[in-house]
């Protein structure tokens, strides 16, 4: 209702919540801007985090490319990114790592990997799984 009368009273841009697809398509067809799915994209978070041995949070950025935080795989404890072969050996690309609170973005290739490290990758969702499944 809120979403009507803001269209009819011509605000430029109207942002509004949907529970389901059915309530995104006649908000859509009212002519709001932009349909959000909170709830949806919660829970497709939370269902990557349970499903994913060692993933922190997952961001999908398109239907087959997805932002992950991972604990530091295992093989990488030790080396630097630069002679890790992540991109040859999984098609994947690190594009920062977590020490505690701090973030360093883009990561520096010659530092060596710690496992207490958390590693942010970017790559397909099949690549991906191979890394983290």
Partial sequence: MTSMLLKEMKMPHVVSKAENALQGKMLKK??????????????????QSLTREHVMDYLQLSKSISLIEVDMPKFLVGTCLKDSNLREKYNLNAVGIRRGEDLEVPPNPF?????????????NNSDLDALTV
Avoid at 30 to 45: F, L
């Fill in 30 to 47: 009212m002519g709001v801007d932009m349909v959000i799915y909170p709830e949806y994209d919660v829970a497709q978070r939370l269902a």
């Fill in 111 to 123: 530092t060596i990997l710690s496992a207490e490290e958390k590693l942010l990758i970017i790559g």
